[in-house]
């Protein structure tokens, strides 16, 4: 429960922003976190906004502590060489220059990396057992939902099935890729997106570059799997399209301006690359169509997992002992 335990309980110490099952969350914990959330932001958020944004991430942390404590009982802790090697990996596509760079930009050191790895690995384990390796779908659901959902897979227009690694420069509160890795300027946008570029052309999988590095949210976490576009989507931006309808699959574009059309407004964000994954002419598609069966089988499964994610993180929330001293504080003062 994220809410404040009731009780008589003992006065924390001044730092102790937060208890889960008697574990201590230190406000110089918090405030690192804070300070990587603001990355190279020049400008301090108005003290409110500061605190709704430190709020937010003490949640985080909290519902992030009672998942660590859970995997140290089922014994699904990260190792040392879990750590090392995802380390590595990460290091890979930089100078040791370039490495400490990044982490100063992101207010972090090493230890405080390596940490945040553990943590991010340990939480992948236990899903994994916990909720992952729970789901089935069988091909007496996915027949059942092509019947109940056949007009979806009759293509009115020409699809274009399509993934795509981005990278902005703009500022982000949120990093989804598995490298944790922001661009923080227009310029290191553009060089890192020249040295994915370069990483596809020496003949690296474009998949496991988007999950590392792309920083779309939407889909950098399934490879930059946009899906099926409709053509007559891909007319709203004329250079990917010219360059699209000229790829075979398999094929990649050339680096490409990212564009926001969010507010009517269309403006330039950063940099795309595209890549074809398949193209499909209109008509229906059947079920005996092997990718029409994988498109029912992954949706049925994210939709799954998604439910189950969200029972299972609320039934270790009403299970956990958690007291939110920062948020308590914070009432008491605007009472004051």
């Known amino acids: 429960m994220l809410a404040t335990v009731a009780g008589c309980h003992r006065t924390p110490a001044p730092d102790v922003m937060a208890t889960v099952n008697g574990k201590e969350i230190l406000g110089s914990e918090l405030e690192k976190y804070y300070k990587a959330n603001l990355g190279d932001t020049q400008q301090e958020p108005v003290p409110e906004q500061a605190n709704i944004v430190r709020l937010n991430i003490l949640k985080g942390m909290i519902e992030d502590e009672i998942l660590q404590q859970r995997a140290a009982k089922l014994n699904l802790a990260a190792s040392d060489e879990d750590v090392n090697a995802k380390l590595t990996e990460m290091k890979a596509p930089y100078t040791q220059e370039e490495f400490d760079k990044q982490l100063k930009q992101r207010n972090l050191s090493l230890e405080d990396l390596k940490r945040d790895i553990r943590r991010q690995l340990t939480k992948t384990k236990l899903l994994n ?17 092509y019947l109940a959902h056949k007009a979806d897979f009759n293509l009115i227009e020409p699809q274009y099935h399509l993934a795509q690694i981005v990278v902005t420069g703009m500022p982000s509160q949120q990093t989804p890729n598995l490298q944790n890795n922001k661009a923080a300027s227009e310029a290191d946008a553009k060089k890192k997106i020249e040295v994915l570029q370069a990483k596809l052309k020496s003949g690296e999988e474009f998949g496991a570059l988007a999950m590392q590095f792309s920083e779309n949210p939407n889909n950098s976490s ?20 010219d360059a699209i309808v000229k790829l075979k699959p398999g094929q990649t574009t050339d680096i490409l301006p990212a564009i926001d059309n969010s507010g009517g407004a269309r403006r330039v964000v950063g940099y795309v690359i595209y890549k074809l994954i398949a193209r499909e002419p209109a008509g229906q598609r059947e079920l005996n169509d092997p990718r029409v069966q994988q498109t029912i089988r992954q949706g049925l499964r994210e939709a799954r997992a998604q439910l189950l994610k969200t029972a299972y993180f609320q039934v270790l929330d009403n299970e956990a002992k958690v007291h939110n001293y920062f948020a308590e504080q914070i009432i008491k003062r605007g009472a004051q």
């Open 129 to 145: 057992k916990e909720v992952e390796s729970k789901i089935n779908i069988t091909d007496a659901e996915i027949s059942s939902n």
């Open 222 to 241: 399934n490879g930059g799997d946009m899906g099926f576009i409709p053509e007559s989507s891909l007319h709203n931006e004329p250079q990917a399209y």
